[in-house]
């Protein structure tokens, strides 16, 4: 993607309805063959950043380039940009054959193209054989695929998706994502999907920006958005997160020594900090360790694998069984609750704790994410 021109490039957008600003300078790249996700809650402009780079309305400020051109000028019809709207937005009375037929009708093609070419993409959609049908007499999967076909059938540069499985149920959800995610291969189109769903968010993108109250909050791959978030928001946003509060100690190059609680741990940060500033340690469930204190009493090899620093003591409230993992509540001696998550091993797939079990808690170092303390 390095070095390519971006395929749509934002520059300072803002959108402001009266007095309200929908979206603040905003600065994107989308690049060719990109499936990238604007990833937000209800009402943070995730809908108007798609309906300005369609061309439903003009940017208040700021400037939309698509392949390097500003396309302040250009109406929707002309910008080589397709979009499935959230709620599909299908002609009722026409049959499916003429919902998707009907772009390229307006645009003149023959006859002959249009019939090779509506054919062409339900096959792609897995809808021959439903030519015939109305929407009303189609399940809401198969709504989906017909709006999707509807805006792929004119070649666009760019699909536009606003939260187009938002209507499906968990199981159709899961297939579907995987469907728009081959179908995005195969086309090699660039698809910016929006949604408030992380997960989808991360299963399906090359890249996901995460939006909160008309700003981005950060672009980066999933894994990069997950490991690495830039602030609180985003880690708080994408999954579950716990949050103990340090003292840095000592720096020595990307080692620091935090004093959390009454435990001093080594951490790793590529961050400059300062000495003795407040920080955040971040830390995902499944990357924290418990064992009861009885099992790290008498199993020495236990001891030894377990952080250098120490360990957190505290009490278990709570264990909650989720299939394929379940989650460990502990109340730390000091105050905090923090969240584990542990897997099922096959040997012993039972859960291992019981509410009021003393346990150790800790993390392999270099797993935490360290952030300074905001405002
Ligand atoms: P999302 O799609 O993320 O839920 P929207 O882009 O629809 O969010 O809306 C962003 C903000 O802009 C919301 O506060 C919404 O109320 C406001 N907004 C959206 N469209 C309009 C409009 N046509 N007129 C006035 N306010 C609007
Ligand atoms: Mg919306």
Known sequence: MNGSAPLIQLKQVSKRYGDQDALTDIDLEIFNGEFITILGPSGCGKTTLLRLIAGFEPVSAGAIYLNGRDVADLPPEKREVNTVFQSYALFPHMSVYDNVAFGLRMRGLAPDEIRRRVGEVLNLVQLA??????????SGGQQQRVAVARAIVNRPLVLLLDEPLSALDYRLRKQMQLDLKHLQRRLGITFVLVTHDQEEAFSMSDRVVVLNAGRIEQVGRPSEVYEQPHNLYVARFVGEINLLDGRVEQIEGERITLQIGHLKIGVKS???????????????????????LKDLADNPALKNSFADGGYFTGTVEETIYKGATYDVTVRLDGGRTITATEFFNAEDATIYFRPGDRVAVSWIEGWEVLLPHEG
């Open 129 to 138: 054989g439903f030519e015939g049908r109305r929407p009303n007499q189609l």
């Open 270 to 292: 590529n961050r400059a900090f300062a000495k003795g500033k407040a920080v955040h340690v971040l830390l995902r469930p499944e990357d924290l360790r418990v064992e009861t």
